[in-house]
């Protein structure tokens, strides 16, 4: 089984709104990812999660928050996004983070802030 | 200075005819890993093949090879005999081992499978 799977497929929210998204996979695997992709580009890394640690953050803003409660889930918790922040939002995971391993990407939430 | 370079924006192909799509990458770490994703118009991306920096042999995966020149620092993904559900953008990507969590996605190739 090679799925990621992430709630919900679409999100519309307002710029004052609190939202999360979700990313589970049941894998084994020990690192998880945050993606951001913007319409005809390629994805953009954001969060990096290695054994339920935060790894990696891009400079990404504050208003993105991410959570890892255990190693098979992942959140992103959204709160007072801009319309630039409008994207499809991908989640990942590996087996680790050597170069070696494939990343398997969920569908995405294809989000709007109006 | 670009790690991951697909020159070619968009690429029409015949279907059962094969195509070749390019990827060249720039890097100093003489350990690293490259990668071919597809994305449909759904958005999902999905793992199609990898080869690393230290195989031998080229990778293959079914209907798809990587056409691998490391001396060129070239990754030519080729598909054989494609098919209509080839439709799809295809990202060349890398990680190098000294910034491992990190994977580097070229622009893209837009592929169109015509009839």
Redesign the interface.
């Known amino acids: 089984d090679t799925e990621v799977t992430q709630t919900p497929k679409h999100l519309v929210m307002g710029m004052t709104n609190k939202k999360s998204l979700k990313c589970e996979q049941h894998m084994g695997h020990r690192a998880m990812y945050w993606y951001k992709q913007k319409a005809k580009k390629p994805p953009e890394l954001m969060f990096v999660y290695s054994y339920e640690k935060l790894s990696i953050n891009e400079s990404v803003p504050s208003r993105f928050s991410p959570e890892c409660p255990n190693s098979s889930l992942l959140n992103l918790h959204l709160h007072a996004l801009q319309p630039e922040d409008s994207a499809l939002y991908l989640c990942a995971s590996s087996q680790g983070t050597v170069p070696s391993y494939e990343q398997y990407f969920g569908p995405g939430t294809r989000l709007t802030v109006t | 200075a670009q790690k991951i370079t697909q020159t070619q924006p968009g690429m029409f192909v015949q279907e059962k005819e094969a195509v070749t799509l390019d990827c060249t990458y720039d890097t100093s770490d003489p ?3 490259l ?1 071919w ?1 597809k994305q449909p118009s ?6 199609l093949i ?1 080869q ?2 230290y195989d031998q042999q080229n990778a293959t995966e079914g209907r798809y090879s990587l056409n691998f020149q490391k001396a060129r620092k070239s990754a030519n993904l080729v598909i054989s005999a494609s098919q209509l559900g080839d439709s799809a953008m295809y ?1 060349c990507a890398m ?3 000294e910034t ?4 580097t ?4 190739t837009r592929l169109q499978v015509t009839l």
């Open positions: 350990s690293y890993g990668f994703y759904s958005g999902e991306m999905i793992f990898y690393g920096s990202f990680r190098e081992w491992a969590s990190k994977l996605f070229g622009t893209g």
